[in-house]
């Protein structure tokens, strides 16, 4: 019924940016709070970022005045920039979205998760 595609990940040396795209697709009917999160190798996933469908924002405090999170309500579409790159944000990035939808003619609610985009930071 619904997916979520990250995109944008790749390799880049400390310094560098990146910027990740998530992309929602279904019956939605809307798009609530959007997040992304990150999990780094033998570490638990952590919340990076969040949106309000306002557009209202916040980042953990190791991220912030380097990574911006935006959205387009009307492409159902987010996204991270990330800039000033450091090894330590090395990790798998994952779109998370809080979703109405369509069904048999009816709204549910829903949780959804991409399936993560990898991003290396080379030192």
């Known amino acids: 019924q619904v997916q979520l595609v990250e995109s944008g990940g790749g390799l880049v040396q400390a310094g560098g940016s990146l910027r990740l795209s998530c992309a929602a697709s279904?019956?939605?009917?809307?798009?609530?709070?959007m997040g992304w999160y990150r999990q780094a190798p033998g570490k638990q996933r952590e919340l990076v970022a969040t949106?309000?469908?306002?557009?209202?924002?916040n980042y953990v405090d190791s991220v912030k005045g380097r990574f911006t999170f935006s959205r387009d309500n009307a492409k159902k579409s987010a996204y991270l920039q990330m800039n000033s790159l450091k090894p330590e944000d090395t990790a798998v990035y994952y779109c998370?979205?809080?979703?109405?939808?369509?069904?048999?003619?009816?709204?549910?609610?829903?949780?959804?998760w991409g399936q993560g985009t990898q991003v290396t930071v080379s030192s």
């Open positions: 949106i309000t469908s306002g557009g209202s924002t």
């Open positions: 279904g019956s939605i009917f809307s798009i609530d709070i």
């Open positions: 998370n979205a809080a979703v109405i939808y369509y069904s048999g003619g009816r709204k549910y609610s829903g949780d959804y």
